[in-house]
C-alpha cells in the first residue's frame, strides 16, 4: 500500500516536499513515479525514479524546479517541489511499477491515495 502526503497550500513561488510511503512491501524493488491531476484536466506524468535511485526523469516543463529521490531504507520517495506556480495545482498521486514507459501510468501496477496541492496568494 502506498500513501503520498505532505501536500498543502503554499504562495507562489513557494516550496513543498512530498513523501511516498509503502507498507506491506518492500519499496526497494520498484520503480516509484509522481503523477498529477488537476481539475477538469487529465493526469500527467512529473517525475519517476529507478528502484535504486541511480535514474531520474522528468516531465520537460518542471525540470529545474522539481526533484525526486528515494530513501529505501525508510520506503520512501520524495518529491521536492521549489518555485511552484499556480499551474502546479492539483492532485499529486505517487506509483509504483516494475516495468514499462515510465512516463505512462498504464504501466504503473500500484497507486497511493493523492495528496491535494494548492499554489496560490
Known amino acids: 500500500q502506498l500513501q503520498a502526503y505532505g501536500g498543502g497550500l503554499v504562495q507562489p513561488g513557494g516550496s513543498l516536499r512530498l513523501a511516498c510511503a509503502a507498507s506491506?512491501?518492500?519499496?526497494?524493488?520498484?520503480?516509484v513515479g509522481w503523477f498529477r491531476q488537476a481539475p477538469g484536466k487529465e493526469r500527467e506524468f512529473v517525475a519517476a525514479i529507478s528502484w535504486s535511485g541511480g535514474s531520474t526523469y522528468y516531465a520537460d516543463s518542471l525540470k529545474g524546479r522539481f526533484t525526486i529521490s528515494r530513501d529505501n531504507a525508510k520506503n520512501t520517495v520524495y518529491l521536492r517541489m521549489n518555485g511552484l506556480k499556480p499551474e502546479d495545482t492539483a492532485v499529486y498521486y505517487c506509483?509504483?511499477?516494475?516495468?514499462?514507459?515510465?512516463?505512462?501510468?498504464?504501466?504503473?501496477?500500484?497507486w497511493g491515495r493523492g495528496t491535494q496541492v494548492t499554489v496560490s496568494s
Open positions: 506509483a509504483a511499477r516494475t516495468r514499462g514507459d515510465y512516463s505512462r501510468d498504464i504501466w504503473y501496477d500500484y
Open positions: 506491506g512491501r518492500t519499496f526497494g524493488s520498484y520503480a
